[in-house]
Nanobody, 125 residues
């Protein structure tokens, strides 16, 4: 069964770091792009960053450039999101999803599929 499971969320102080994991099962991660997204209360889900099957990186939000990086370990079938210099506005549920490539354009979020259930990230002092 195709599945993505996020983990690594939690409570962190402003300026702190977290590393989220997206573990894939039921398919081989090597051939797919994986995107990270987040959704804050009362807001729409937004794309953050994506890694393609050939390890190219696409940023969807300027606000995370220089703070968030994405990587993959195909041997572990896992994609990671390293988040540094976290701020209260980064508080949200974080999701990963699968794509054939790092989609772009108007409805790129909806183009991704096989969404995980998310992991909560709370940035607060």
């Amino acid at each position: 069964q195709l599945r993505l499971v996020e983990s690594g969320g939690g409570l962190v102080q402003p300026g702190g770091s977290l590393r989220l994991s997206c573990a894939a099962s039921g398919f081989t991660l090597d051939y797919y792009a994986i995107g990270w997204f987040r959704q804050a209360p009362g807001k729409e889900r937004e794309g953050l960053i994506c890694i393609s099957s050939n390890d190219g990186t696409t940023y969807y939000r300027d606000s995370v450039k220089g703070r968030f990086t994405i990587s993959r370990d195909n041997a572990k079938n896992t994609v990671y999101l390293q988040m540094n210099s976290l701020q209260p506005e980064d508080t949200a549920v974080y999701y990963c999803a699968r794509g054939n490539w790092c989609y772009s354009g108007r409805s790129y979020v909806e183009a991704f599929g096989s969404w995980g259930r998310g992991t909560q990230v709370t940035v607060s002092s």
